[in-house]
């Protein structure tokens, strides 16, 4: 679970997906540092699982403000979340602590020249207004087929340029304007722009492809 879906699978969902992890949705709460009860329970309000953890011996240490978490060691073995010996230090999600981002007045991992420049408010971290892609059909050329489609929007006040890369490995980036045509652009509220790409090719013609937003400083 997640403070903030979007903004974690904006930053982790890649690695999230490829290392088989699912979100099952948000934890608005916090746990305590010292050890509480934990309860787990499913629609019907059965008991999934009913704990309590510690940070005091013989639990872990080193997830003791060290910045490690606690991390159940087998969790396929089924073991026993009571047990400080099914429990081990580890680095938290994406191996290292995610740090703060410079210029993020909200705390929601999105730098605020982004959401200025995509006309939602920097102090609010409910605003930002995550792009989404799809898979449509259209007619191209007077042919149907699969095409993929992104959504996003632009403060045209502002007047930044929002590029879109593009990238095979999520390792080397590079420009994408040559893969992908303007589909539509509609005005959203204000000095909104909500614009929607798709590929240049059809899915059936292209190989895996990973893209994303930048923001180009200049």
Known sequence: MASNLGAFNFRHGA?????GYKLLGEFS????????????????SATITLFSYDDGEPWPAEADGSGMVLSLSNPLGNPDPNNAGSWSAKEPFGGIEVPPIAGDLDGDLIPDAI???MGTDPADPLSFAFPSASVETLE???????????TYQVDTQVGAALPVETSSDLTAWQDASGQLVELSREKGDG?????????????SETTVQYYRISLDAE
């Open 29 to 44: 709460g916090n746990l305590a540092n010292g050890g509480e009860d934990i309860h787990l329970v499913d629609k019907a």
């Open 15 to 19: 690695i999230a997906a490829q290392d």
């Open 140 to 150: 191209v050329a007077g042919a149907a087929a699969a095409y993929a489609t992104f």
């Open 191 to 203: 000095t909104i722009d909500i614009v929607t790409l798709r590929t240049r090719l059809p899915l």
């Open 115 to 117: 959401e200025v420049a």
